[in-house]
């Protein structure tokens, strides 16, 4: 089945607690994207990659890395987490990163840092 | 800019009513337009998209879109709604680039 599994689904953890989000799809997208999602604010991009070792900032990067070593997989990097990191987190993909291809979502991670 | 609006945070409407959710646009070059659904505990579900062509887009769950260019508008509609249909709905412009806030759709039975 063709998916985007992002783990864990749900985590709380300490401020400044080095934490690390893995995404993995299925489907040999060249692109992957991350987004948080807070109420009243919609999905905003964190980092994006258009193919293996090729990463971009979003629209709020900061507190955050990534890394694109292969192909399949995306992580997502807390080194310091804080509080205002509380979020949800989704994890996409899609067909060469192409502006007409529709995006394929993982099912979220709840993040709490307290 | 590139920017996407929901001005309704909320929408509800009767079952077996026809439901409308607004998205207006601005972009630069070629209005790439999507619809996304979210429903509870789940990521977002690609419903539909507008590239070129015919201004009325037809999607899943027999879902529909029409492109009106010099209102610059990307409305979400479905002629008869289901409880099933209750969920966030998500505008998105040239797919990853800018989505909308969401519009909470609550199909009343």
């Known amino acids: 089945e063709a998916q985007v599994t992002q783990n864990p689904r749900y985590l709380i953890t300490v401020t400044g607690k080095k934490l690390t989000v893995t995404c993995s799809q299925n489907?040999?997208?060249?692109?992957m994207s991350w987004y948080r999602q807070d109420p009243g604010l919609g999905l905003r991009q964190i980092y994006y990659s258009m193919n293996v070792e090729v990463t971009d900032k979003g629209d709020v990067p900061e507190g955050y890395k990534v890394s694109r070593k292969e192909k399949r997989n995306f992580p997502l990097i807390l080194e310091s987490p804080s509080p205002n990191q509380t979020s949800l987190y989704f994890c996409?993909?899609?067909?060469?990163?192409?502006?007409?291809?529709?995006?394929?979502f993982g099912n979220g991670t709840r993040l709490t840092v307290t | 800019a590139q920017s996407v609006a929901q001005p309704e945070d909320q929408v509800n409407v009767a079952e077996g009513n026809p439901l409308t959710v607004k998205c207006t646009y601005s972009?630069?070059?070629?209005?790439?337009l999507f619809w996304y659904v979210q429903y509870p505990n789940r990521g977002l579900q690609f419903l539909l998209k507008y590239i070129t062509g015919d201004n009325l887009v037809k999607g899943s769950y027999g879902f529909e879109a029409e492109f009106n260019k010099s209102q610059t508008s990307f409305h979400l509609k479905k002629p008869s709604a289901l409880v099933s249909d209750s969920a966030l709905y998500f505008c998105?412009?040239?797919?990853?680039?800018?989505f909308g806030k969401g519009t909470r759709l609550s199909v009343i039975a």
């Open positions: 972009v630069s070059g070629n209005p790439y």
């Open positions: 489907m040999n997208h060249e692109y």
């Open positions: 996409a993909s899609s067909l060469l990163g192409g502006l007409r291809s529709p995006l394929h």
């Open positions: 998105a412009v040239k797919t990853y680039l800018v």
